[in-house]
């Protein structure tokens, strides 16, 4: 058995769950956050930047991957981690949610989607069958279903488009050839609890092995992420890894794993760091601000990666002002190191049983410095460029 | 004596010459090829990858750094060292280059420049005094003479311009108050034999601890600029380092070489790599061309670089393709690691006595595969920007 998911330890205050997945290119435990490598590449990052950071898991996207550089082209090399150098597991999402974000520029039925390019306007479709071959020939370790990723706050939409979502969820089903990957099923139904439920139900029904959590970093409250995720903590299979699509700011961590969720990816910390910011305990700092100028500090002392082991804030704000890769660089390699590190932790606690007291602590601290999104999501899906 | 020269070995055949600088931040093999780190960074690089390639000196830009983040910031952190975290030797220009490239930002009188900033419009100026006391708060191994670099090929502007680039060159001297730096002076007089002769004469008879060679990047033609090298072997003075300013395409390090240059510094490999151009021994290789995009190969299979040992020229076309800084990064590694092997090994072969015959060598092959530069110099310093 080339997939298998080994349930370890379960939270007594809280719903956090801690294992192991284990996949053909190695164990990753959970929970777990996986960088996004949109277009075979985790921006800003080499595979030996990741081997170093211990990285468990990274995330492919079909969309980007089909049009760029084309499954065909990465087949040929003996799929993904073999093009892109990495060895250890990997995850590919459907496709659905960037198809879905093309607004104009697409056309849904019931058998499945006519979109254009993003990059050169060109035609094409992708259907349940057609997605799941993809994903075979990119090779990932895991795999998803197609699915519609619907506007979460419109019920009748959502009806509607969740029925379309668990037919091709069984279509995917029925199209996979390859016994050597995992492939998730997606539970939709936007905002409201009846639809989740009902998705869940019908899903844990075709016996995937792993369940994907889709339309939930796409505007929603936080209160409202949440309620469904409490929702879905008792109608999704026990013994399977529940993955929340595109969620994965440092307090999503917390209120999800504790909420049940063993899998994140986001391209929050990599993207934030392109632009400047950096993750710390006490928030997301901007380093162009003018009181780093003068700091010899580093982003935080305690913390182990390379930026902070060998630069000053000073260095890394002037870095940014100048728009220099380097910059790019030490702030990605931070941050990420800073949402792999806090998962160790909050790991760790699970089996210690310490989880909620470090939750609680590491939100007090984390929110004195005041995330500015209170209320909506700050976590977000990668959509198109 | 923080710095001194060791002449080590002269070739019989040509004018090459293998030494040792001697530098407060260690010892510099030359002949040397120095990476430019215009703004406190060699572009896409970390200094551990410098590290890691075995750089031996690294140029920063004092007109750059003088305006961001500032020569104050930086003495502040002691120094360039230790502001970018690279502890090995830096060698800094004194901003002659990019002030006098400032066209219409600037008015040239016989005691310095008043010139705009390209990235604000405001005004300074630089005069000789100023640009020691900002080079000495910079803190570099080696430092630069202030110079005006003249068009290369107006013999009555040149004649003006030298004797006032002597004049400056002696103020230089005057105003140096660190012994721990090297001053270097600088040889103007364009494509001219007598005013180059008549500046190294004149620049000989200061002492200097090294001598650069300037205005020979700016557009004149190789066999001029090698015309100039072949006057001026013999009038510099033996036991001092000759610096090719700017200069260091992979076929000018032989020309020059074979010339008596011992150090070259340019921003052609670490430029083209982010335009996607690798050097290998065939010539420049343009990764965006279509016939890598199934290529399994590296960009050279005898490269032990990091890029050529895992990766594949598919992989890396993709990348330039999708302008993933990943890219910029893979492909400045291996050039850099190209041009320091390349002198590392030139190095060697002038203390085997067989630089001639690896001079022919690789000049064969490398012109086989056609470099596009015929006749005009392909190496060039940084203007602004």
Redesign the interface.
């Known amino acids: 058995m080339p997939f298998s998911f080994d349930l370890l330890k379960e939270d007594t205050e809280t719903n956090a769950r801690a294992g192991a997945i284990h996949s053909p290119h190695g164990d990753i435990p959970t929970p777990v956050f996986a960088p996004v490598g949109t ?3 985790v ?6 930047d990741l081997y170093q950071l211990d990285t468990p898991l990274i995330l492919g996207n079909t969309y980007h991957l089909y049009l ?2 084309g499954a065909d ?1 990465i087949a ?2 003996g799929g993904l981690h073999n ?3 990495w060895q250890r597991p990997i995850l590919t999402d459907s496709g659905g949610f960037q198809v879905f974000s093309l607004k104009g520029l697409r056309e849904i039925d019931d058998d499945g989607v006519t979109f254009r390019s993003h990059i050169d306007g060109s035609k094409h479709r992708f259907t349940p069958e057609k997605v799941i071959a993809i994903q075979e020939q990119i090779g990932a370790d895991i795999i998803m279903v197609f699915d519609e990723c619907p506007p979460h706050d419109d019920y009748d939409y959502n009806l509607i488009s969740l029925e379309r979502t668990h037919r091709w969820a069984e279509r995917c089903l029925a199209a996979q050839t390859r016994s050597d990957q995992a492939l998730y099923g997606i539970v939709q139904g936007g905002v409201f609890p009846d639809l989740r439920a009902k998705s869940a139900k019908f899903l844990a029904s075709l016996d995937f092995p792993g369940y994907g959590i889709g339309g939930l970093s796409v505007g929603e409250t936080k209160a409202d992420m949440r309620a469904m995720l409490d929702i879905l903590h008792p109608l999704l299979p026990r013994f399977k890894p529940r993955y929340l699509m595109g969620v994965g700011s440092p307090e999503d961590l917390f209120e999800c794993v504790a909420r049940g969720v063993d899998q994140f990816d986001c391209v929050l910390p990599t993207r934030i760091a392109r632009n400047g910011a950096a993750l710390t305990h006490y928030g997301r700092w901007n380093l162009r601000n003018a009181k780093f ?2 700091s ?1 500090q580093p982003i935080e002392a305690a913390c182990t990666c ?1 930026t902070c082991q ?3 804030l ?2 890394l ?3 940014v ?2 728009n ?3 910059g ?3 702030i990605t390699l931070h941050n990420i190191h800073f949402m792999l590190e806090t998962m160790r932790r909050i790991r760790q606690s699970i089996f210690d049983g310490t989880f909620a007291a470090y939750k609680a602590e590491f939100l007090s601290k984390y929110q004195v410095a005041g995330s500015k999104q209170q209320g909506v999501s700050s976590s977000f899906q990668s959509p198109i460029i």
């Open positions: 277009l075979a590449t921006k800003a990052l080499s595979p030996a760029r550089p082209l040929e090399f093009f892109m150098g100028a003068r010899r390379y060998n630069f000053t000073a260095y704000r002037h870095l002002k100048a220099e890769i380097l790019h660089h030490l």
